[in-house]
């Protein structure tokens, strides 16, 4: 529910594809995201498409989450079973808390569009240096549905009964 008494706070987000086969002419998910975060309030004051390599996934989301200018990270791909699939476990490597209910809701809202194939998404949330990170599937399906879903509402100070941008001045506790 939004409180429409609450006056509305735009937070600044960095949008990161991870894929090996998209860049930004056809970085469909990335593009959306961008689009739906300005369209909401927000600000997407990143958007970039990076190679699904470990290295690479690991300086980058590391170097977003020091910019004092970024309170969200969100990236599309690399959720997947396969051995190139390396966001999740890069980012769980170098965060200092993992999310577990965004997955478990983000896989429950799948179920009800893909059913079991949910399963094979390993789509998590984390805070990395307190900034939130939404490791998100590359499809862009997948994407829209998680911020139509969960995201849209999650990063708005006026849903209640609480949001993830109410907690990030608490986050450093």
Not at 23 to 30: I, R, V
Request: proline fraction near 3%.
């Amino acid at each position: 529910m939004i409180d429409e008494k609450i006056i509305f706070s735009p937070i600044n987000i960095a949008v990161l594809t991870i894929s090996d086969t998209r860049n930004k002419d056809n970085d469909k998910s990335g593009t959306y995201l961008f689009k739906a975060i300005n369209e909401k309030g927000h600000f997407c004051l990143y958007h970039e498409v990076i190679k699904d390599d470990a290295q690479g996934i690991i300086n980058t989301v590391t170097d977003l989450s020091l910019k004092n200018e970024i309170q969200v990270i969100i990236t599309t791909g690399g959720t997947g079973l396969t051995g190139r699939d390396n966001t999740i476990d890069c980012v769980k490597s170098i965060s200092e808390l993992e999310i577990p209910g965004f997955g478990e809701l983000f896989r429950q809202i799948s179920f009800q569009k893909i059913g079991t194939s949910a399963i094979q998404s390993r789509s998590s949330s984390f805070l990395v240096n307190k900034k939130y990170v939404f490791c998100l599937p590359g499809s862009k399906s997948a994407v829209q549905d998680a911020w139509k879903e969960i995201l849209f509402y999650q990063l708005d100070i006026r849903h209640k009964p609480c949001n993830f941008i109410e907690l990030i001045p608490r986050l450093d506790e």
